[in-house]
């Protein structure tokens, strides 16, 4: 990722952030607590001005922001004196009656739902063009190295399935891409599936049931996508540009064997360590280029094969709303289902992802959206924003002390029980949040350390 993926990844979770904000913002103003300070990013002032009762910053980190209540600080100062309950100064936040801190508390977490159905009406309007293979498919058993290596038998095996075969619907719902196939079974570990299969011109039914990866938590049924051998492009200063590749190129053959797919290609590239011989089809004529393998690469001779455009975008205004709502009530499907895998024995360092993979991943999309889409692309950044937004809804909504969850449980105990809670008990309960989200926060930096150490 370039300086400006990281600065996209740095602006965008910023922007989740700060929208969160924004809604307790809001909330605060429309129950009657003033908000002292409400900050464009972090860390030391740059400017400022005061409207109101509210100070205007924008300050020198420019990540996320924050909302200072009046009254905030009164907790800090009733541990400090030892009172015995937390002072309610009318206009603060503990002021407000418990049923109004409930709503402000609420508010961030409910503004991030709010922006990612806006962002999604607006995506599925526009559209999203994405980078795909098409729905022809080999097993993973067959070729399976490195990454792909296979242990066991695997429900593509299991099922019947075979290299060549083309899945043409799954459970009556017609596919025409990987990204299609790889939507519904990723979401379906351990739900039995049925897929219409095309083999040969016959029409056949297989049922499968996909797996459970612990390394990404999702779904899993061992194909990967038949992909022609055909180049779309050669990186410069390659070993394929060096041997003379050219886009438009059908690779034939390999040392004298014929290939079929990409695949085979690839795999057969594995175990090279010094010269092969590369045949080739360019304008219907056959060539043979004498090719150097550098065994460091694993095999990559910088070569991009042909893929196709995958377009997801609504007929119209209407289907764009319904269509917004529809995915952000996935995305929040998807949030609750990744949690309850954690519990199922995913691999945690690998499933948990901190601030810095974060910005990763939101910087790599938008960078690779624009590269391949342009301008156009930036709908797939967002849409990436969209899907953080209802993570960030759920994780602070968490009965957790010290999240918005953990506030609200607070507080309607205080409504239960018609008195005041005690400093001492908000102190303890806030105490084992803290503990929890530092536990949580060292898990997130070792993950992200051991991801970008390439393990």
């Keep these: ?55 205007w910053r924008v300050s020198a980190i420019p990540f996320g922001g924050y909302c200072r209540m009046k009254g905030e600080e009164a907790f800090a100062s009733a541990i400090a004196e030892k009172a015995e309950t937390i002072p309610r100064e009318p206009g603060s936040f503990y002021g407000a009656k418990a049923w109004k801190r409930i709503i402000i508390a609420f508010s961030g977490p409910f ?23 098409g729905n022809k498919i080999v097993l993973q058993s067959s070729y399976g190295t490195g990454a792909n290596a296979v242990s066991g038998l695997l429900p593509a095996d299991a099922a019947g399935l075979r290299n060549g075969d083309t899945i043409v619907a799954i459970d009556g719902k017609a596919v025409s891409d990987l990204s299609e196939i790889q939507d519904i079974i990723m979401r379906s570990p351990g739900k039995a599936l049925h897929l219409s299969v095309l083999r ?43 041997a003379g590749v050219l886009p438009g190129d059908r690779i034939v053959s390999l040392d004298g064997k014929p290939i079929s797919h990409a695949i085979e290609f690839e795999a057969m590239l594995v175990g090279h360590t010094s010269q092969a011989e590369l045949g080739i089809e360019r304008k219907g004529e056959l060539l043979k280029l004498p090719i150097a393998v550098d065994p460091t ?17 609504s007929p119209n205004a209407g289907a764009a709303i319904s269509d917004g709502f529809s995915k952000t009530w996935q995305t929040f499907n998807d949030s609750i289902m ?11 360092l690998k499933a948990v992802s901190g601030p810095a993979r974060i910005i990763y ?20 950044f967002f849409s990436f924003l969209a899907f953080i937004s209802v993570a960030l809804f759920i994780m602070n909504l968490l ?5 918005d969850g953990g506030m609200i449980l607070m507080f309607l105990a205080e409504i239960i029980s018609r008195r005041p809670l005690k400093t001492k008990t908000v102190y303890r309960f806030q105490l084992i949040g803290w503990v929890f989200i530092v536990g949580l926060f060292v898990l997130a930096i070792l993950s992200d350390i051991l991801f970008f150490a390439g393990k």
């Design 399 to 403: 009965p957790i002390p010290a999240l």
């Design 111 to 133: 503004a991030n739902v709010l922006f990612a159905i806006v962002v999604f009406i607006v995506v599925s309007a526009v559209g999203t063009t994405s980078k795909t293979f």
């Design 200 to 242: 040969d011109g016959q029409a056949l039914e297989l049922p499968v049931t996909p797996i459970l990866d612990k390394s990404t938590g999702a779904g899993r049924i061992g194909i990967m996508s038949w992909v022609d051998p055909i180049v779309e492009s050669v990186a410069p200063n390659g070993q394929a540009a060096r």
């Design 1 to 55: 990722m370039t300086v400006l993926g990281f600065i996209f990844g740095i602006i965008g979770l910023g922007v989740v952030i700060l929208v969160h904000e924004l809604g307790h913002y809001a909330a605060s103003r429309s129950c009657g607590v003033e908000v002292e300070t409400f900050s464009v990013g972090m860390g030391p002032k740059l400017v400022s001005r005061k409207r109101g009762n509210t100070e």
């Design 297 to 313: 690469t694993g095999g990559s001779l910088g070569i991009g094969f042909v893929m196709k455009d995958h377009l997801d975008r």
């Design 361 to 380: 991943y939101t910087g790599a999309v938008a960078e690779n959206s624009v590269s391949q889409s342009g301008a156009k692309g930036m709908a797939s």
């Design 338 to 348: 990744s949690i309850g895998l954690l519990f199922r024995g995913v691999d945690v």
